[in-house]
Nanobody, 126 residues
């Protein structure tokens, strides 16, 4: 199995930036599609963004497109989420997820992902 550990969450003022990291265990990290999801209180888990193993294909939710950037460093078994221009709507627990599948696109459904991190809280205040 793959173990995922998120870090980098915290409290940030609106308009600020934050970078999340997700460290993965195992020696087959590059074979996984990596995604970020988030869940706010009272809301369903939603797709934020994802990246294929090659890093050449990414996918973003409309709500974060242009503000968030996902990247990965396969040599370090780590995926990152750079979040800029944060607003209150971004407040949520952010989860890192890994999908081992042969599809050539980035899934946006939570049930497509096989492994999940414990989540890290991001709170945006004014």
């Amino acid at each position: 199995q793959v173990q995922l550990v998120e870090s980098g969450g915290g409290l940030v003022q609106a308009g600020g930036s934050l970078r999340l990291s997700c460290a993965a265990s195992g020696r087959s990290f590059s074979a996984y599609t990596m995604g970020w999801f988030r869940q706010a209180p009272g809301k369903e888990r939603e797709f934020v963004c994802g990246i294929k193993w090659s890093g050449g294909r990414t996918r973003y939710a409309d709500s974060v497109k242009g503000r968030f950037t996902i990247s990965r460093d396969n040599a370090k078994n780590t995926v990152y989420l750079q979040m800029n221009s944060l607003n209150a709507e971004d407040t949520a627990v952010y989860y890192c997820a890994a999908d081992w599948s042969p599809v050539q696109y980035v899934p946006n459904a939570a049930n497509a992902y096989d492994y999940w991190g414990q989540g890290t809280q991001v709170t945006v205040s004014s």
